[in-house]
């Protein structure tokens, strides 16, 4: 987060003192920052998600994998247990505060792996061109010729199910399209004074990608950062409903979902919560992707 | 314009058979793998040394493709069906022919015999979805071009932002437990078998709409966010990945489901089949809106 989120930080760290320059340019922008409502109900969500999954022990009113004997006769939501008893009878809000955990870590963590790979990729075929990118280019045609459940799929199941496994799918699902993106930008970036003055001063191709051309491309990364991030935490949602998520016990929201499903005539909330929780986790990150694009667009 | 369409088939072509390779290599990258799964879990170790001898599975992964390739492209006979194997793996189209995907462990019998009729039916659930979503999009597409920048703009972006954020297993659970189980106006299950309580036709409803939501919303954000052009490709890929999803959920016959199930079992003809059968797809709707947009634009067809 470079853009907006460092004129916050910049703002608050310099309070009213003597006017610094370049503050004068930053003021509206951070003005319409806090006026938009979009971004402002989205980041929202994800603080609460984020605060949710930091402070797990101190909300969740159980461990996520006790089972409550108590609960057996009646799973249904009561003063014990707010959201009901799962059909294993485990407290569904204590795994649900606890399934916030590994999403909010698997996702990010996994699409910054894949905008390194894709960032790597796309890069050099924009800056080379000539057969670097044309090889580059078929390499994403063809990866993004898969629809990208099917690919999930696949790659889980040969896999196996794990963490780790997870990352690597969305690194190999998510990286050809960030490629793809950054060539575009690359191709667009290089053509400008700035480039071409570092050519001038005989800068390493390396040095003109890193310094002068990715930071000038932060902006449609960023966004593209945040619509990925929904996407992400879907298709994880997904391959939990699939049972092809983290492996039990671990609270894993699709799973929640999973298990829920055969029991849905007689116990609808076992699936409803859950899914609750992913809906607005994944609404924050695409209400920011959209909040931040009418920033730059003006609107 | 000729050059156009023989550039854009030679590309198709490349990339299908890039594809393939990658499916290959994912699913019979471990030699002994491949003859443990064609036999099942209750094959002896020496069983499953024989196939492995028999099959030359010995022999390098690229030479294995080339195998591979061969047999489905009808050019060689399938080796499982050999009798000397004493596998039992009968065939009645023969040990040759075009779309020959070798067995289905799970199932005994030929891919070729359960995956065409699993394809049709998700064509038919995709289809209808498709003759749903089409004029939905262009209405709402219209709605907000006209308005742009005014409330029900605004209203309509809002509406596909909240509605891509529901993944498709969250809307059927959310739908199902509204229609099927509160209210009972629509079966829970489409497991499309006739004299069932529920008629056929209602078994497409809550599927179709699951599918219309995700996508319509979807694809909104995506043109809105101007990285693709408008066009039928985008609609197709995602409609695609829905398919699986709302497959499962609601137990639907279709291809979909057939992977998901094959790919938890193991089953590595079927899972190669149908991972094969959705990239040519994914393929050729790419083909089909390339060549049709050129046909549509002539700033593209002279340049």
Redesign the interface.
Known sequence: MTGPATDTASAAARPSAQPQPGQAARRPRFRKLRRSK?LGIGIALIAFWVAVAILAPLIAPYGPNIQHTTALANPFPSSDHWFGADPLRRDIFSRIVWGARPVLLVAPAALFCANVVGIAIGMSAGFYGGWVDELCS?VI???L??????LY???I??LGPSALNIVVAVILVSSPGIGR?VRGLTIELKTRDFVTAARMRAESGFYIMLVEILPNARGPLI?DFC?RM?YTI?AI??LG????GLPPPNPDW?GM?REA?PM??VY?YM??FP??A??TL??GF??V??GL?DLDHG? | MTRFILRRLASALFTMVAASLIVFVLVEASPGNVARKTLGPFASDEQVQILYERLQLNDSLIVRYGRWLGIITGLRADPLQNPSLGLKFHDRRGDRYVGNFGFSTMMKIPVADVIWQRLANSAALAGLAFLVIVPLAIAIGILAGLNAGRPLDRAITTLSTVFASIPEFASAVLLMSLFAVWLGWLPGTSPLQAGGFWPIYSQFVLPVTVLTLYVTAYVARFVRASMIEVMATPYVRTLMSGVVVTEVVFAYPGLGRLLLETALFGDIALIEAATLIAVLIAVATQLAGDIGYMLLNPRIRFA
Do not use: H
């Open positions: 979009v078929r045609d063809v990866l010729s898969f629809p990208k459940i099917v799929v696949v790659l199941a040969s993106l966004v619509m929904g879907i949602g997904v409903f699939l049972g092809l699709g979902v499903t849905l005539t609808p699936a409803i899914s609750l992913i809906i994944v609404m695409n209400l992707a959209d694009q609107r």
